[in-house]
């Protein structure tokens, strides 16, 4: 094929509008992925078409128009072959960025008592990882006051007739708990959103929906939140037996709590049943929560060890 036409005739230039398109369409594939969010495979595709053929167009108003026709179906055959490279590479960008993002997940381990522990450096691979770092920490704060709470309650000397003796002070403030009722559903809400917000930049990631999922299971419901479940109950269970404890008709037996009357008696050992019944629960929602984040974590490994372009 021949750029030239014939003498006297305007002169089209092809090989470089071709190779300006290219280069442009490359240099979008490269820069596009650091300024705009993570899409599908097939709709980069779609869009790499579809840019190369603006490309094209352009190319052919510009000086394509006066080259012969073998010029002009070539110049576009390569130019949306162009577009669809520099879609999948702009894929790869995406890709590798997102599944920078999602090794956190793949790197995290629990410590003896459950507590998550960070890979290095989370916060900076990505927004997922760096709002489950925020959320960890957040969640490690609030348990840390939830605990202080109680302390401050008093909630330890409803074990123990003797340290009631020393300070019956928690069995003369039983409404006190209400607050840390309180603080329990204001902290499970902040649990929520912050899971939320985890879901949806988990759902607009460039990534396999197994990963998703996985991330997903690691980060926890967005709607349900057992872990308040469980708090209120143990919370309605330590009113109840503080409630019973300040009528006083307890007595100190050798460290043990013993009761004049009988019906009090047998109220207190129904208490107790059922706080030893949720403290098994507690105990099998903690075991639960590991194997979670565990399995989740597990299902992100495999993922992140196939192609960038396993759908699954």
């Not at 998550?116 to 957040?138: C, E, M, N």
């Not at 049943?273 to 979670?292: F, H, I, S, V």
Request: net charge positive; aromatic share 6%.
């Amino acid at each position: 094929m021949s750029e030239n036409w014939e003498e006297g005739r305007p002169y089209g230039h092809p090989l470089i509008a071709t190779l300006a398109g290219g280069a442009l369409l490359l240099l979008a594939a490269l820069l596009g992925p650091r300024f705009t969010a993570p899409l599908p495979l097939p709709a980069l595709l779609i869009g790499g078409a579809a840019g190369g053929l603006v490309l094209w167009v352009i190319g052919l108003i510009v000086t394509t128009r006066h080259a012969g026709l073998l010029w002009k179906l070539g110049s576009l055959v390569l130019l949306i072959g162009a577009g669809l490279g520099a879609a999948l590479i702009a894929h790869g960008q995406f890709q590798t960025k997102s599944r920078a993002d999602a090794s956190s997940f793949a790197e995290i381990e629990l410590a003896p008592d459950g507590s998550v522990k960070l890979p290095a450096g989370i916060a900076d691979r990505g927004p997922v990882s760096a709002l489950y770092a925020d959320a960890v920490q957040a969640d490690a704060a609030e348990s840390r006051a939830f605990t202080d709470a109680l302390a401050k309650f008093g909630a330890a000397w409803l074990s123990s007739p003797y340290l009631l003796q020393q300070n019956p002070h928690p069995i003369e403030n039983c409404a006190a708990l209400d607050e840390v009722r309180a603080l329990a559903v204001a902290q499970s809400a902040k649990r929520l959103a912050r899971r939320a917000a985890m879901a949806q930049a988990i759902g607009s990631a460039s990534l396999p929906r197994t990963a998703k999922q996985g991330i997903l299971q690691i980060v926890g419901d967005a709607k349900a939140d057992p872990l308040l479940a469980s708090q209120q109950g143990m919370l309605d269970l330590t009113s109840g037996l503080c409630t019973l404890l300040a009528r006083k008709t307890w007595t100190n037996d050798n460290a043990y709590f013993g009761f004049r009357s009988g019906a009090d008696m047998a109220a207190f050992r129904a208490i107790q049943a059922k706080r030893g019944a949720q403290a098994k629960d507690a105990d099998a929602l903690d075991q639960a929560t590991r194997a979670r984040i565990l399995a989740g974590r597990e299902q992100v490994r495999d993922t992140l060890s196939r192609s960038i372009y396993t759908k699954e």
